[in-house]
């Protein structure tokens, strides 16, 4: 945006959450995130890639909720590089990245009760996640300064029974009632270390995305 450009019209510009947000001056370890739902939402919302507004996806159709405030990282993408992570990590072949930004959910005691804000999170460590031949990893991190969730630093520190809870949640909440078996799997629960190496190989897909995008 221009330096010349009227004050007013550059207030009544909104960011793109996806493309107009930082991913976080310290990211991969501290990010920002872009909250899309919440656990009280019994509609799944999610961003409109065009618009960058929130719009509805689908009503949740049976109990499952998401059982911490969920969305993405900005200036993200699940390409090549995430899906190349995940195949040395499974050994699967003909993997390739699901093509959205990078999930995460934030843990915290506090309730946050709408959706379409920005959070400053710190990431603990993530699920690798296979939904059909796509990655679509999940980051697990914590809200900055949160009073009981904000000190720990990896996901093997979180109770046993909240990292489970997650689990099902990404295993299930795409199954319908006569599906025999889930369309996602989890393949590995990882630390922050390698949840920090996908977050950057998930910036650098970005990059390269948009640089191809606008070249």
């Known amino acids: 945006m221009s330096q010349n450009q009227d004050p007013k019209s550059r207030l009544m510009t909104l960011a793109h959450p996806w493309h107009g947000i930082s991913a976080g001056k310290d990211a991969p370890r501290t990010v920002n995130a872009f909250i899309e739902i919440v656990p ?29 405030p969920y969305g993405f990282i900005p200036q993200t993408l699940c390409g090549p590089r995430v899906a190349g992570e995940s195949m040395r990590s499974t050994g699967k072949q003909h993997v390739v990245g699901d ?38 990893d999940k980051i697990v991190a914590v809200l900055h300064s949160d009073p009981t969730y904000g000190h720990y630093t990896d996901i093997s520190e979180i109770p046993v029974a909240i990292v489970e ?31 920090h190496r996908v977050i950057q190989q998930s910036m650098l897909d970005y990059q390269e995305w948009i640089d191809d995008a606008t070249s």
Request: proline share 5%.
């Open 99 to 136: 093509g959205d930004p990078m999930d995460i959910c934030v843990l915290t005691e506090r309730t946050i009760n709408h959706g379409a804000i920005i959070l400053k999170a710190h990431c603990i460590g993530g699920f690798r996640l296979l939904d059909g031949g796509e990655a679509d």
């Open 40 to 68: 009280i939402d019994t509609v799944k919302y999610e961003v409109d890639k065009e618009s960058g507004h929130l719009k509805v996806d689908r009503p949740q159709k049976y109990s499952s909720t998401c059982p911490a």
């Open 165 to 195: 809870r997650l689990k099902h949640y990404f295993l299930t909440y795409k199954q319908m009632p006569q599906s025999k078996r889930g369309p996602c799997q989890i393949s590995e629960v990882y630390g922050h270390q390698l949840a």
